[in-house]
């Protein structure tokens, strides 16, 4: 876990199922969540932060998605915002982008890119977590 937030002063985490309706859920509730935070719903934070999320669930069950199997959203806020969305596959790991051209896919996490103020990939017993930063 990066250093900065080591020790968040509040943190979200919910499990979704890994399906479109589970993706949508978790924007959603993550909306909702950061506007109980003090992150209002249409504020430039919030809104850079629904796009974040969006593309990391979509991510995950799109690209990662394991029958039977969950993917877990974590927001943490302390000296920054984190997202977090964790899935159980391992072995399919989101590269570095490359600008994409007119690719179909492949531009989700160029998105991410221009967005955050970092964002990688750990490795979990079980899994990855793909997360990404924003400033407060």
Request: aromatic fraction near 6%.
């Amino acid at each position: 876990m990066n250093p900065q937030i080591t020790t968040p002063t509040v943190e979200f985490a919910r499990r979704f199922s890994s399906t479109r309706r589970g993706a949508s859920s978790a924007r959603k509730l993550a909306l909702g969540q950061l506007d109980a935070w003090g992150i209002p719903h249409g504020s430039e934070r919030s809104d850079t932060a629904a796009l974040i999320v969006a593309e990391l669930a979509a991510n995950a069950v799109l690209h990662a998605h394991v029958p039977g199997h969950e993917f877990e959203l974590r927001l943490l806020v302390g000296t920054v915002l984190r997202i977090e969305v964790t899935d159980t596959r391992a072995w399919r790991r989101p590269l570095r982008p490359e600008p994409a051209g007119y690719a179909e896919s492949g531009r989700g996490l160029l998105l991410v890119e221009a967005l955050s103020k970092a964002w990688g990939v750990e490795e979990q017993p079980l899994g990855k977590t793909v997360w990404a930063e924003l400033g407060c």
